[in-house]
């Protein structure tokens, strides 16, 4: 299946590296061999590999080469230094791409820098657009597949419900058992996945850090660093309450999405609104990614408990406002006191089944399958 990526980074290996990065098996090790497909003699090396793991640290691999694609090398020591020096001795007309499933700015920093040498691309799950147009279905289908499955290829693509679990049941499992075990210590393993399964029932809340702290008997400061672990190696991420002070927004309680719909625990307004949720970061990376592009994704919430489920941002001015309903046309209070208050944003209340679009004021009542296939990505 072709990637919503494919072209940009085509497009991007023609001038600098190329580094991506994404969930475990969101298709960044496929996309790669589509690319080594149209590369005649390129080359795969994947750190996690004991045979190409020495290959790459002699450095020994084919110089004539025309592409080399370096997998999981974040996992080396000294990766940054090591990737800079083989960056500035390729041979000319060599193209680098590198992919890796953590946030490769996060763990085994380093004192040396790639700055200028690379272009940072973001591969998410399958969206709406790109399962509609993938399997030629409405947006509608497309839609409703991705609420069932979750957006990950291989669920996505499998005959039944029951391998798409099978499959989840143990993806979940590793990535809690070998990714977050190297970056964290034996013991943490246990604690981290309890607190990954409370996390899936607490979707689109704000988090009380504090109080699962307490539950788990950790302190709130070593739950933190378990949040930063699970954000790193892309299990959740965090959406932030918008303020114009980025201090008071970090204070603030953030609210935890999964990048796999799939393994949320709860009822379709859960899993509707993260589902929403990827999308939103998606394009919102997908923007800052190849536009260089000062958007952002947030949430709403004052101190008298109003709240919105989403907004984004450019730069300090916030350009959408959106709250996802399974069918209510009643409109969100909320949503239409902070469309007054900000009325440049574009205001949307997005429902996953609606029978008619309506203007209600400032606010847009949405198909949210339609709405969402409009996106970018």
């Known amino acids: 299946m072709k990637r919503y990526l494919d072209h940009r980074i085509r497009q991007d290996l023609q001038k600098k590296m190329v580094v991506l990065t994404g969930p475990r098996q969101v298709g960044k090790t496929t996309l790669s061999q589509q690319l080594l497909a149209e590369f005649s003699g390129g080359q795969y090396l994947n750190y996690d590999v004991m045979t190409h793991r020495k290959v790459i640290q002699e450095q020994s691999w084919r110089q004539s080469a025309p592409l080399l694609v370096f997998d999981e090398i974040h996992k080396m020591a000294d990766w940054k230094s090591w990737l800079k020096g083989v960056y500035d001795g390729k041979a000319p007309g060599q193209s ?6 953590a946030r490769m700015d996060t763990f085994r920093q380093s004192g040396e820098s790639l700055a200028g040498r690379y272009f940072r ?5 399958l969206s709406v657009r790109e399962w509609s147009e993938a399997q030629q279905v409405s947006p509608h289908e497309a839609l409703t597949h991705l609420m069932a499955r979750g957006g990950f290829p291989e669920p996505a693509l499998a005959e039944s419900d029951s391998d798409a679990q099978r499959w989840r049941n143990e993806y979940f499992n590793g990535l809690v058992r070998e990714d977050v075990l190297e970056f964290s210590r034996l013991k943490e393993v246990n604690a981290m996945r309890l607190f990954a ?3 899936r029932s607490r979707v689109g809340s704000p988090l009380s850090i504090a109080s699962m702290a307490r539950d788990l008997n950790v302190s709130p400061v070593t739950l933190n660093k378990y949040l930063d672990i699970l954000e790193a190696l892309f299990i959740v991420f ?3 309450p918008w303020h114009l002070n980025i201090a008071r927004a970090t204070l603030q309680a953030p609210k935890v999405y999964f990048y796999d719909t799939g393994l949320v625990l709860g009822d379709d307004g ?20 190849t536009r260089g592009a000062s958007v952002d994704l947030h949430y709403i919430r004052t101190k008298d408990e109003a709240e919105v489920d989403f907004c984004l941002s450019e730069g300090d001015t916030l350009t959408h406002l959106l709250e996802c309903k399974l069918s209510d046309t009643k409109p969100h209070r909320a949503l239409g006191r902070f469309a007054e208050q900000w009325p440049d944003a574009q205001s ?4 996953r089944e609606c029978r008619a679009e309506a ?14 296939v409009e996106l970018e990505v």
């Open 96 to 101: 680098v791409f590198i992919t890796g499933s």
């Open 121 to 125: 691309l973001r591969l998410h799950p």
């Open 197 to 199: 399964e409370m996390l």
């Open 238 to 240: 965090v959406v932030r």
């Open 270 to 289: 859960l899993k509707f609104e993260n589902l929403v949720a990827c999308h939103l970061l998606k394009n919102v990376q997908w923007q800052q990614d």
């Open 348 to 351: 949307v209340q997005l429902l």
């Open 359 to 372: 203007d209600k004021g400032r606010l847009q009542i949405r198909d949210a399958a339609l709405w969402l």
